[in-house]
């Protein structure tokens, strides 16, 4: 019998909801094989009496371990870990302003097809837009920020962060880093796995500019976010596209590809995959893992809106389960505050984060150390925590607002699934239209539908975009259907397609 008494331990002073301490301690038991595949698990009225835990909390744990896939309960059976679950083998990380006249130029320079992405539309007062899936910046926390930030640019000491600093960023962000991640991402890192950047985005780059050499292959999704596909083609990559259903990136497809090719990294964003918002399931993920450590492969992991999970609590990352050193985990601030304030992280091993510090020198040199400090304390005295709840719980309601107005007043036109979390929808177009034709008909409306093109790079024609509902408030949405309702009549009037 497994002895649940003495090998779960919960951390009452810990930030972590109970449940989640409980749920995470389960499924290192189970990658572990302490808890072998298909052994029944104790009732929830049993294990609380075993741990000494409220039956409610028991209850919460085992729904949360069989959203994830790791457990599945059998009526009048009882509950099971299931059977196909991948057990990683352990190990630890390997440390190792004056105007020009004209548009002529009178010099020659490179142009490379991998840039040519349209960038975000400006805002036009008047329009509303179709956007990629973006936070409201009306919610953001400006007083409790620029007062934090004023209070550390008067302080004496600080005008030693007012010149050349390191390249690794502040390193007080970076301390405060390493114990938020820990505790919330369930990774187990120290600063010398961070380096601080401008947004994921920055990431990206210096990843791919250090792993890629011309021709190398990277693995994507066949849809993907565009902006990566960029990154590494403009660091000489050649992409091999995998298919993406309902449980994520196919990772049979992929080990398929990596028995004729030599691949370099698979990048993906499994909590929510851009652009379709699926979620990578948990036998993916370690089979994914599994890939990386036989084929030496990194996983590029952009956990761009880890924080906005719905359902239920966010899905530990990638980065939590890798014991190998495999897996170069992004993420950034700037998403979930405000696009403005270009905070970001990179996390990895130890030699590829010094690489990366000294690759970030000849790019930007530095971030902005009083802005660091500041997103510092604005997560140590919990203020992130506490706008991140506050930001969910208004998404929240705009997303089940905003699915149930689509589902009213465009359902012969549009179909979609909910998602669990993030910020956009993923909206397929009734196949007798054309974004095209839409896209040309809805300006006219004053809605502008981003370039839908470069959402089906693999031409797979699926017909879809990606439809953000978080910077809309309850007016602005209904505005926003109807907008797109006027522009499906006109269109269907003109004849459709």
């Known amino acids: ?47 609380s009496g075993l741990v000494g835990l409220h039956r409610k909390t028991v209850i919460a744990c085992y729904e949360e371990l069989e959203m994830q896939g790791w457990i599945v309960s059998v009526p009048k059976k009882g509950t099971f870990v299931r059977k196909d679950i991948p057990i990683l083998q352990q190990q630890t990380w390997d440390d190792k302003t004056v105007p020009r006249t004209g548009n002529k130029i009178g010099f020659a320079f490179k142009s490379n097809p991998a840039l040519d992405r349209k960038p975000p539309q400006d805002s036009v007062d008047g329009y509303m837009y179709v956007n990629d899936g973006v936070s409201d910046e009306r919610l953001t926390p400006v007083k409790e920020l620029s007062i934090t930030y004023r209070k550390i640019a008067n302080k004496k000491h600080t005008l030693k962060y007012l010149n050349y600093g390191t390249t690794y960023g502040s390193p007080e962000l970076r301390e405060t880093l390493m114990c938020y991640l820990n505790e919330t991402r369930g990774l187990n890192i120290t600063k010398d796995n961070i380096l601080i950047t401008r947004g994921s985005q920055m990431g990206m780059f210096l990843t791919a500019q250090l792993l890629v050499e011309d021709g190398d292959y990277i693995i994507v999704g066949e849809t993907n976010y565009s902006s990566s596909d960029a990154t590494f083609e403009f660091a000489g990559a050649k992409l091999l596209r995998v298919k993406v259903d309902e449980l994520g990136l196919d990772t049979h497809h992929i080990e398929k590809l990596c028995k004729t090719y ?105 971030g902005d150390a009083i802005l660091e400090m500041t997103f510092s304390n604005f997560i140590k005295d919990g203020s992130l925590d506490r706008h991140i709840k506050k930001a969910v719980k208004i998404y929240k309601a705009r997303r089940d607002l905003f699915c149930e107005l689509l589902k009213e007043e465009l359902s012969d036109y549009l179909s979609f699934e909910i998602p669990k979390g993030g910020m956009a929808l993923w909206v397929r177009l009734n196949k007798k239209y054309s974004w095209n034709t839409v896209k040309d008909v809805a300006k006219q409306q004053k809605l502008i539908i981003s370039e839908w093109q470069y959402y089906d790079a693999a031409n797979t024609k699926h017909n879809a975009i990606r439809m953000g509902f978080s910077r809309y408030n309850e007016a602005e949405a209904r505005e926003f259907v109807s907008r797109f309702k006027k522009t499906m009549r006109i269109v269907d009037e003109q004849g459709g397609a």
């Open 262 to 366: 030599k691949v370099k990294a698979v990048y993906t964003t499994p909590h929510h995959h851009h652009p379709t918002t699926v979620t990578l399931s948990a036998k993916r993920r370690m089979h994914l893992l599994n890939l990386a450590k036989k084929h030496h492969f990194a996983i590029l992991e952009d956990d761009y809106d880890y924080d906005f999970h719905y359902n239920h609590a966010p899905i530990l990352p990638l980065a939590s389960h890798d014991t190998c050193g495999n897996v170069i985990y992004v993420g950034s601030i700037c998403k979930t505050v405000a696009p403005v304030f270009r905070v970001g992280y990179l996390i990895a091993p130890k030699a590829f984060v010094d690489e990366c510090a000294k690759l970030r020198r000849y790019v930007d040199r530095q």
């Open 1 to 47: 019998m497994i002895p649940y008494k003495t090998i779960i331990e919960i951390n009452r002073d810990s930030k972590q909801p109970v449940y989640i301490q409980l749920t995470n301690q389960f499924i290192d038991l189970i990658k572990e094989r302490t808890i072998p595949p298909q052994t029944k698990l104790p009732g929830t009225r049993t294990l």
